[in-house]
């Protein structure tokens, strides 16, 4: 739908960039939403205050999987 609404308002080369900036949009509004979240988890499970599982960091990736996986 997008597609066939920006052909028709903005023509042929323009309607590529529309429909690559919502998608950036959209990538850019959930990272915003999911990461805090999954700091907090991350925070709250160290401090004891959640499951302690919820703040596991895996060595290879230092990253907290559990915490950002179930908040997301």
Known sequence: MLSSLSTQVL????????ILSVLISTAASTQTTIL????????MARQEAILVGLGKVRIRFHLANGGALRMS
Not at 36 to 43: D, I, Q
């Open 11 to 18: 023509g042929s080369p323009f309607d590529k960039i529309l």
């Open 36 to 43: 805090p979240t999954a700091r907090t988890t991350l925070s």
